[in-house]
């Protein structure tokens, strides 16, 4: 079970913003990668990668964007949050069948 | 470019059938493993199926399992959900997904998405 937190999140453009996700099982696989991916579907869109394997940033992903995490917590961090940030993010395990998604964080401007 | 198109969506009855298609172009098909998501209305994303490179391995979600079969046909590079006894709660927006190679079944590309609505 991926569970993550808040469900809402309101933000001040500008300024940063944190995403927890918590798996109930270790996402540590033996050769030392974490499978937990971050996806971002904006209004109205398909979702999008942004991060993979924990930290690794998807091709064509602002650096504003980094995660962090291992075994069962991970984090997702925004810096400096711009209008085109706003959507619903989710997290997702790929380390076991079936793969599983959070219930997602919608992030909001102020 | 990466394009992957879904259709096959529209309205069924419960207990009905129905065959969602994805046509993908701009990447070698035969190479990828691929995958279907979908997304109950105002809801989150759902993990469906999965289908390795050759076709010869599938996996699929509890909800799904014994009523939606996953194939693909990598000579007309499209990928299928034969969609059997569908119920209310199959009503989503279904997405066919391109796994990242080598990287386990992170999703690197999402098609548009395809509307199956299950109602009597």
């Known amino acids: 079970v991926m569970t993550q937190s808040p469900v809402s999140l309101p933000v001040t453009p500008g300024e940063s913003a944190s995403i927890s996700c918590r798996s109930s099982?270790?996402?540590?696989?033996?050769?030392?990668?974490?499978?937990l991916d971050w996806y971002l579907q904006r209004p109205g869109q398909s979702p999008q990668l942004l991060i993979y394997l924990g930290s690794i940033r998807a091709s064509g992903v602002p650096d504003r964007f980094s995660g962090s995490g291992s075994g069962t917590d991970f984090t997702l961090q925004i810096s400096r949050v711009e209008a085109e940030d706003v959507g619903v993010y989710y997290c997702m395990q790929s380390l076991q069948i079936p793969v599983t998604f959070g219930g997602g964080t919608r992030m909001e401007l102020k | 470019e990466v394009l992957l198109v879904e259709s096959g969506g529209g309205s069924v009855q419960p207990g009905g059938s129905l065959r969602l298609s994805c046509e993908v172009s701009g990447f070698s098909f035969r190479d990828y493993w691929m995958q279907w998501v979908r997304q109950a209305p105002g809801k989150g994303l759902v993990w469906v199926a999965r289908i390795n490179s050759d076709g010869s391995g599938t996996t699929y979600g509890d909800s799904v399992k014994g009523r939606f079969t996953i194939s693909r046909d990598n000579a007309k590079n499209t990928l299928y959900l034969q969609m059997d006894s569908l119920r209310d709660e199959d009503t989503a927006v279904y997405y066919c997904a391109r796994d990242q190679v080598g990287v386990g079944a992170t999703i690197d590309y999402w098609g548009q998405g395809a509307l199956v609505t299950v109602s009597s």
């Open positions: 099982q270790s996402l540590l696989h033996r050769n030392g990668n974490n499978y």
